[in-house]
């Protein structure tokens, strides 16, 4: 049987790394930036310059509940880029029809369910507006779409089973 090559997903993992550490580098600046500022200019030598101004109301940036928020949704994104980097992997070792894809697929799920909320909250929270805003339809339809390719995924492997045994 001949091996496909799966360039594009070796290309994607690696771009996923680069994507991992753009999320850490940009976590630990804001919360470095919340911890001693609320905004932070920037001036080249003539006077002109490029102001970073943070939107975010000034008591919330401080707040350790904000910061917690941050990290936690952080470390969901992280999870998620992880999780379909490890199925990246699985694929390209030939490793489809597994239970473990199906574990992958539905932590994924999980994790958009979780996104659905948390980032929601934490852009409400971000825009300074009074109304928060409870869910993210788009997360909860990912999570949906997610776990019917787990449900496809799990009758897969069964059936490629019974056709292992079948001569």
Not at 72 to 96: E, G, P, T, Y
Request: net charge neutral; glycine share 2%; charged share 15%.
């Amino acid at each position: 049987m001949k091996k496909t090559n799966y360039k594009a997903l070796k290309i994607a993992n690696i771009f996923i790394n680069i994507v991992i550490a753009v999320i850490v580098i940009s976590t630990i600046i804001a919360i470095g930036l919340s911890v001693t500022q609320s905004h932070l200019a920037l001036t080249n030598q003539v006077g002109n310059g490029i102001v970073f101004d943070i939107n975010i109301p000034e008591k919330l940036l401080h707040s350790p509940a904000f910061i917690g928020l941050t990290v936690i949704v952080s470390v969901l994104w992280i999870a998620l880029l992880v999780w379909v980097k490890m199925f990246f992997q699985n694929i390209i070792d030939n490793r489809i029809f597994t239970q473990d894809n199906v574990k992958l697929a539905r932590y994924v799920e999980y994790n958009f369910i979780a996104l659905a909320f948390l980032d929601s909250w934490f852009q409400s929270l971000c825009s300074g507006s009074e109304v928060l805003n409870l869910v993210n339809v788009a997360y909860l339809v990912a999570a949906f779409v997610v776990w019917v390719f787990s449900m496809i995924l799990k009758e897969a492997i069964i059936i490629a089973e019974e056709n292992e045994f079948t001569i």
